[in-house]
């Protein structure tokens, strides 16, 4: 197991890969232009229009913008992760890298470290620019529980972000993973959450969710725990990324 650890050379050859390709790259500063701009902006239009204007939770609506910033996350992990699969990318990279373990964890370290130093900063951009928009209904950074709804907004697009990318190694298409968890996303998540009572609070965004929330919404999941089911589901991807590419032939 410690051959295939992942080492500088091929977590920097990555990094290399991630900012060469314009798609992957802008994608990536997405995340913030998406969730703290529309964010703001939304702050500033409405904010100060009357208590609830954003959102019967002030505290989830604080990170209004994370519902198209989780858009960009998953497209930031389907383009890292889908062009090993374009014109004999895999085989290039297999060249260089033998080990297919180690050019895995490689490429899934440095995805997730990026997705979670830029879902860091975004969840406190999003934070702050939002709420100075939002006059006398504004929470402050410290108020209860506005902490643990920062990083865990962070942890979030982190966790969506590796969730994609898991995915796009099992089916090896951008095109299709985009085609399944964008509408998975946006719109089964909220049919089985309104159809399946109970059942619809374990999707991954609905339970990640959870820790943006003042109050645990009625279900059987808190915001750690919520947090928890979702990171569940990514690392059943990653795993099942890593059988795919273990197995498959380049």
């Known amino acids: 197991m410690r051959a295939a650890l992942p080492t500088i050379p091929v977590l920097h050859s990555e990094w290399i890969k991630i900012r060469s390709l ?25 904010g100060t229009a009357e208590e609830g204007s954003m959102g019967d939770d002030p505290l989830l609506a604080a990170f209004y913008g994370l519902n198209f910033g989780q858009i960009a996350a998953i497209a930031f992990g389907v383009s890292a ?4 699969f374009h ?39 999003t934070f702050l620019g939002g709420q100075a928009f939002m006059g006398p209904y504004a929470l402050e950074l410290g108020a209860p529980g506005t902490v643990r709804a920062v990083v865990g907004c962070g942890l979030y697009l982190t966790l969506m972000t590796l969730f994609a990318a898991g995915l796009t190694a099992v089916l090896r ?33 609905r339970a990640g969710q959870m820790v943006l929330r003042i109050e645990p919404a009625q279900g059987d999941l808190g915001p750690w725990t919520g947090l928890g089911v979702m990171a569940l589901w990514a690392v059943v991807t990653l795993v099942a990324g890593w059988i795919a590419v273990r197995r498959r032939d380049a």
């Open 173 to 205: 298409s951008g095109t299709a993973v985009l085609s399944i968890l964008i509408p998975f996303i946006l719109l089964v998540s909220f049919v089985v959450a309104g159809a399946a009572g109970g059942v619809g609070q374990y999707m991954p965004d």
């Open 87 to 125: 014109n004999g990318g895999l085989r290039t990279s297999l060249a260089a890298v033998p080990d297919r373990t180690r050019l895995y964890l490689s490429k899934i370290s440095m995805v997730g470290g990026l997705a979670l130093v830029m879902g860091q900063l975004t969840a406190l951009l």
């Open 22 to 46: 314009r798609g992957t790259l802008g994608s990536f500063i997405s995340v913030l232009v998406a969730t703290a701009g529309i964010q703001t902006l939304t702050a500033a239009l409405i």
């Open 81 to 84: 992760f889908s062009a090993e």
